[in-house]
């Protein structure tokens, strides 16, 4: 399941404009889901801070006395028309549980985690984890809404992850010059202590600035209500006072528990391979359970197991949750894999991933055998 296959489930006139020619292949229901994740691909860049770069006229330096509009420099609008957008519907979210974490909010201004933003008193505040426990990312939102709705409105917000997300996104925008022709993004880049930041949008218009310090990737989000000097206030605080994700990955704990495929013997019983019978042995086998959203009864999200067969060694984990990079990863169910393609992604990385419609993902790894191994867990699941 690459990018290309995908396409031919948006509107044949976008994908025309864009220049590409999708193949033509038999719909399934998952379609849109990877559709969204080609188009956030193709159309975004294969890396979101490396493609945007490359789209930039040059690299500004940074000083002390640059302003706000410095930063937004090269993003002013041309004379596109107005913007296409394309709505997917996905079949499953990048995350396996969100945890609310608004009630963390003073706590969090008093450690000098997060900056005091008294005018926007509306917050939605959450910690995303992986189907295994692992951060995700985190995503903290202030609001200010007026009470008599007549404007005024703002919206600023802060996502950090342990690296650069490539999210499926279900709203893919295009923009056209006065030609008709989809040109990309307009941004600047700035280098400030050796980190690229790089800006989207402008004055009066949404507006982002992403970059990568350390081992957290960030990404700042401001409406079109707010000028460029609020933004750029915020990205001068967390310069200043860099987030640590530590007291995040511990909140895990809150939300997740243990248990083994003994205890629990429902916990994704047509998606894991009767590996017994094929001769296997089952070195362990991890559930992990939560509540999706916080709260309610716990459930599996995610699953990992280790199975021998004399020298061969294969892992294989589940998750309810999927990202771009996962689902670019994907060669689609199980008994749509032939055993060349999957010989051929294995020798590319050593992993690949299968889809199934709980939904959830697979990722069968090939720590020590061969594809024909491989190829003989996911023929099982064919059937």
């Not at 956030?40 to 000083?63: D, I």
């Not at 989207?200 to 460029?228: C, F, I, M, N, P």
């Amino acid at each position: 399941m690459n990018a290309l296959d995908c396409l031919e489930y948006i509107d044949a006139e976008l994908i025309e404009e864009a220049g590409f020619a999708p193949p033509r292949r038999k719909r399934s229901w998952t379609g849109w889901a990877a559709a969204a994740a080609c188009l956030c691909l193709l159309l975004g860049g294969g890396l979101w801070l490396r493609g945007r770069e490359a789209a930039a006229p040059g690299v500004r330096k940074w000083s002390p006395s640059m302003s706000a509009a410095d930063y937004f420099r090269d993003c002013g609008g041309g004379d596109e028309e107005p913007e296409v957008i394309v709505f997917a519907s996905l079949a499953m979210p990048p995350w396996a549980v969100g945890l609310p974490i608004d009630g963390e909010r003073e706590e969090l201004e008093e450690a000098g985690v997060l900056p005091r933003v008294p005018d926007h008193p509306a917050q939605h505040f959450w910690a995303y984890y992986n189907g295994d426990g692992s951060l995700y990312k985190l995503s903290f939102w202030w609001m200010e809404r007026p009470e008599d709705e007549t404007g005024g409105y703002s919206d600023l917000r802060l996502t950090a992850a342990p690296k650069e997300l490539h999210e499926v996104s279900d709203e893919i925008v295009i923009t056209k010059d006065e030609a008709g022709n989809v040109i990309p993004p307009r941004v600047t880049v700035t280098e400030r202590d050796g980190i690229r930041i790089v800006a989207e949008g402008g004055e009066h218009e949404a507006k982002t600035l992403t970059w990568q310090r350390s081992e957290v990737w960030y990404q700042l989000y401001a409406s079109g209500t707010d000028g460029e000097e609020r933004i750029v206030a915020l990205l001068d605080w967390f310069w200043a006072h860099p987030l640590s994700l530590d007291r995040f990955r511990e909140m895990a704990g809150e939300c997740f528990t243990y248990s083994t495929r003994a205890e629990e013997p429902e916990a994704f019983r047509e998606q894991i391979p009767d590996f017994a019978a094929l001769g296997y042995t089952a070195e362990s086998e991890r559930v992990y359970l939560a509540s999706r959203f916080g709260d309610g009864p716990r459930e599996p999200v995610g699953f990992e197991g280790v199975y021998t067969r004399g020298e061969t060694r294969i892992r294989w984990s589940l998750s309810l949750g999927a990202d771009a990079d996962a689902w670019e990863a994907c060669l689609g169910r199980a008994g749509e894999i032939t055993e060349d393609r999957l010989r051929e992604a294995l020798s590319e990385g050593g992993e690949v991933n299968i889809f199934f419609d709980l939904p959830c993902m697979a990722t069968l790894r090939l720590e020590q055998g061969s594809a024909a191994d491989a190829w003989e867990i996911v023929h099982s699941l064919a059937g």
